[in-house]
């Protein structure tokens, strides 16, 4: 007994120094490993698949972890060897993984990021500064179609362009009234208060969903029935992932003509002198003029093809008439005559071809091109967004005009309101921005080069122009649009303050309809599972 017990003794002192340097090793590598395989584990059980859980399921060990994280980053500010990364990426293929994924997580502690298509503009669907796991919807993709209905249930990782193109497949005068990207995932454009230009005459895409299943922090399925009206309420404008997963929407379809018209026509400072006028009676007419017509207008600081060497602003209109290029020149004539609009400068289509228009195609390609995700494309970017009430007078135009060419680079999209929007009440959705509001600006600022300095350049300027902005946009609150993501709004740490965190960009981003989210909450994810930088937050005092 005495001798093995030496023996024993010598054979701990023997393993000593190599247990020491394994301390060295950082800790975070078996750490993860072991979370990995506890993750696994659960999820086998969960599911009674544990043959299909290593298919659905990438640690950063494996080969292919890169390839999956990258394919849905849509900003490449997120896309550096510093970016952090998660644990683990589930990429489910049937809604019973949602269900167990969400369990796991929640039993390990980890935090969970729910990605769709990954055009968040601040990449919070897929970066975070904890130990994180992306549940990434790209597989569950499906789209059902019922004519007779004119439905559709989508399910959150399809794309736009693949539902645009499926409603063509089977009918060429049903649509539905939502973005313009085409590789924009269903899951975050809808729950956010997507639009499109269509947005005039049929509103928001929120304004369409008739039903939605959401995988709740239970783990539960829930239909519109079993989730009750408050919540449907919320999923619809109020951002999805503070409250669930959504799998799935059901939305109503929209007719649309046989026909619709579209042109784009641009003018610069430097070769018009009317410039400004335009800009100035876009203002009354874009927000006023029929439903049918929507007026898209970017202004952008470019180089003169005048004055060599110098800057000056050009503005382009890009327009969608639910209509022909007769009815359209008619139109115009009488509520805009300043731009001159000719038949022959307007060109007619079907609706569909029109989606391939607005994403920037040449007219003629084909809608096939529709389905292509584009994977792993992005560029750098960063946006901010605004509500213009009240027209900005000529003088503050041609001011606003010197600003933008002293920067020399962050341009601004101005989104015509009025129409539908104004029919709506701000409280029938989770989305509040509608009647008062004459535009959006979406203030946009894209780049090519990786680098710090570069980085901290473009976002300064473009956080100037907003600021240069501030007399001529909404207040108290100045709000701004969830789906243009901007964490300069403010940001929440998810600790003791949340609440008093969430608020600061929670009014700003729901108005009047932030209380009553924070209630929903408050009622469906007490202990704030469902979380990132600006979700809505639990109220301490009623959870």
């Known amino acids: 007994m005495r001798k093995s017990h030496s023996l024993v003794s010598l054979s701990m002192q023997a393993l000593m120094i190599p247990l020491f340097l394994v301390l060295l090793i950082p800790l975070h590598v078996s750490a993860s490993d072991s979370v990995y395989e506890t993750f696994v584990q659960c999820l086998s059980n969960q599911t009674n698949q544990p043959d299909q859980v290593s298919n659905i399921v990438y640690s950063q060990k494996n080969p292919s972890f890169t390839t999956v994280l990258r394919a849905y980053i849509r900003n490449s500010r997120f896309n550096t060897s510093t970016t952090p990364k998660p644990t683990i990426i589930v990429t489910p293929t049937q809604e019973s993984h949602v269900q167990a994924t969400v369990i796991c997580t929640k039993n390990i502690g980890l935090q969970l990021k729910i990605r769709s298509g990954g055009h968040d503009y601040e990449g919070i669907s897929y970066i975070s500064d904890v130990p994180f796991i992306i549940l990434d919807m790209f597989n569950l993709r499906s789209i059902t179609i019922n004519l007779q209905e004119q439905t559709a249930w989508v399910e959150s990782g399809a794309t736009l362009g693949e539902l645009y193109y499926r409603i063509w497949e089977k009918s060429k005068v049903l649509g539905f009234p939502a973005g313009l990207c085409p590789t924009v995932g269903v899951g975050g454009h809808l729950s956010g208060g997507g639009y499109g230009s269509m947005l005039r005459k049929h509103g928001l895409s929120v304004d369409h969903v008739l039903d939605a299943k959401l995988v709740d922090v239970n783990g539960k399925i829930l239909d519109k029935e079993s989730m ?7 999923i619809r404008g109020g951002g999805g992932a503070s409250f669930g997963v959504i799998l799935s929407y059901k939305i109503k379809l929209i007719p649309v003509p046989e026909t619709v018209s579209v042109f784009r026509i641009e003018r610069s400072l430097d070769e018009e002198e009317n410039v400004t006028d335009i800009v100035y009676k876009w203002q009354q007419v874009a927000p006023t003029t029929d439903d049918n017509l929507w007026m898209r207008m970017l202004i952008q600081p470019v180089s003169s093809k005048v004055n060599k060497g110098e800057k000056t602003i050009r503005i382009s209109i890009l327009t969608m008439f639910l209509g022909n290029a007769g009815e359209l020149v008619a139109l115009l004539d009488k509520d805009f005559p300043e731009l001159g609009m000719k038949k022959e400068g307007v060109m007619e289509m079907s609706w569909v071809d029109s989606v391939v228009w607005w994403a920037n195609y040449d007219n003629g390609t084909s809608p096939a091109v529709l389905l292509d ?133 929670g009014v700003k981003y729901f108005n009047d309809n932030f209380h009553r989210l924070v209630k929903v909450k408050t009622a469906v994810d007490p202990h704030n599972f469902f979380r990132n930088e600006q979700s809505v937050p639990t109220n301490p005092s009623k959870a």
């Open 373 to 505: 995700r584009n994977p792993d494309s992005a560029n750098f970017l960063k946006r901010k967004s605004d509500y213009v009430q009240t027209p900005i007078s000529k003088d503050g135009l041609e001011w606003l005009w010197k600003k933008m060419i002293e920067l020399g680079k962050t341009g601004l999209v101005f989104n015509p309101y009025g129409g539908k929007m104004n029919e709506i009440p701000a409280s029938a959705t989770a989305f509040p921005h509608r009647a008062g509001n004459l535009f959006k600006i979406q203030y946009s600022m894209n780049w090519d080069e990786e680098g710090i300095e570069l980085e901290k350049n473009y976002t300064a300027q473009i956080r100037r122009l907003y600021s240069y902005m501030t007399p001529f946009v909404s207040k108290n609150p100045r709000s701004a649009f969830l789906n243009y993501r901007d964490l300069d709004i403010g940001t929440n740490n998810n600790d003791k303050n949340s609440y008093e965190e969430g608020e600061v960009y």
């Open 228 to 234: 009750g009206e408050d919540l449907f309420w919320a």
